[in-house]
Antibody
Framework: EVQLVESGGGLVQPGGSLRLSCAAS????????MHWVRQAPGKGLVWVSR????????SYADSVKGRFTISRDNAKNTLYLQMNSLRAEDTAVYYC??????????WGQGTLVTVSS | QSALTQPASVSGSPGQSITISCTGT?????????VSWYQQHPGKAPKLMIY???ERPSGVSNRFSGSKSGNTASLTISGLQAEDEAHYYC??????????FGGGTKLTVL
């Protein structure tokens, strides 16, 4: 069974940093592209970032470019999102999602990040 | 990377059909047959319902169908059931390794 379990969310002050993790199991993690998608409270889904299967290629939404870094450790079956210079508008539930071609076929349950003083 | 445009809400009675539109541009929806649709119940993770415009994953009811015309994709749900009440989001590949979601549509089953 495919499982994606996010962790690392919490309360952080504006300007602070946080690293999210997504532990994958039940499939060959190293074979899949992975994404982060976020959802602000009461709002819609927003694509954040993507990483290819071996970690050599990444892409970001303009709103997080230069502040967030996506990475992965295929030996640990884990996806990461390093978030720096956090702003109030980054407050959201962050989902990791497995990409099958250009589609998200499995999602984690999400981890809440709250940026507030 | 502007969000795709979806109606904020749609509604229908049990047994009826509804269609949710998703309008993008010639740079995203219009350029690729790579629109997917996701269903999200409150407090839950999204679930894939349609991919590549009109393909249905295994396990998804054939009451759900997708199509595309120009820069607009559509999700049709026939034979509405109470459990279909949820938010629905479209998503398209936007080129240059970027993706874009729609703002979401709340479906109410009357």
């Amino acid at each position: 069974e495919v499982q994606l379990v996010e962790s690392g969310g919490g309360l952080v002050q504006p300007g602070g940093s946080l690293r999210l993790s997504c532990a994958a199991s039940g499939f060959s993690f190293r074979s899949y592209y992975m994404h982060w998608v976020r959802q602000a409270p009461g709002k819609g889904l927003v694509w954040v970032s993507r990483i290819n299967s071996d970690g050599s290629s990444t892409s970001y939404a303009d709103s997080v470019k230069g502040r967030f870094t996506i990475s992965r450790d295929n030996a640990k079956n884990t996806l990461y999102l390093q978030m720096n210079s956090l702003r109030a508008e980054d407050t959201a539930v962050y989902y990791c999602a497995r990409a099958s071609e250009y589609t998200y076929d499995y999602w984690g349950q999400g981890t809440l990040v709250t940026v507030s003083s | 990377q502007s969000a795709l445009t979806q109606p904020a809400s749609v509604s229908g009675s049990p047994g009826q059909s509804i269609t949710i539109s998703c309008t993008g541009t010639s740079s995203d929806v219009g350029s690729y047959n790579l629109v997917s649709w996701y269903q999200q119940h409150p407090g839950k993770a999204p679930k894939l319902m349609i991919y590549e415009g009109s393909e249905r994953p295994s396990g998804v009811s054939n009451r759900f169908s997708g199509s595309k015309s120009g820069n607009t994709a559509s999700l049709t749900i026939s034979g509405l059931q109470a459990e279909d009440e949820a938010h629905y989001y479209c998503c398209s590949y936007g080129g240059s390794s970027t993706w874009v979601f729609g703002g979401g549509t709340k479906l109410t089953v009357l």
